[in-house]
């Protein structure tokens, strides 16, 4: 598991989402890790530390920087 990294943590399942469907969009695979119960306790998620989005460590400097261009407003 050593080849898999945290890169970003959000208070919701839902901002998670979002950053791995903008990873998605830029080719990055991206996956999700959150404690709260499969979904049954989405109030959980901040108490287990937050939804966490994980990547291949090869991927890694290019999914913070497709995140960084995340809240960046368009041009």
């Known amino acids: 598991m050593s080849d898999i990294l945290e890169i970003a943590a959000y208070p919701s399942t839902f901002d998670a989402d ?7 969009s830029e080719g990055i695979e991206a996956f999700l890790a959150s404690d ?3 979904g ?4 959980m998620t ?22 960084a261009t995340l809240d960046q ?3």
């Open 18 to 24: 979002v950053a791995i469907a903008h990873l998605a």
């Open 40 to 43: 049954a306790f989405p109030s």
């Open 36 to 38: 709260d119960a499969g």
């Open 46 to 67: 901040g108490i287990g530390g937050g939804a966490r989005v994980l990547v291949r460590s090869a991927d890694a400097d290019a999914a913070r920087a497709a995140l």
């Open 73 to 75: 407003p368009p041009d």
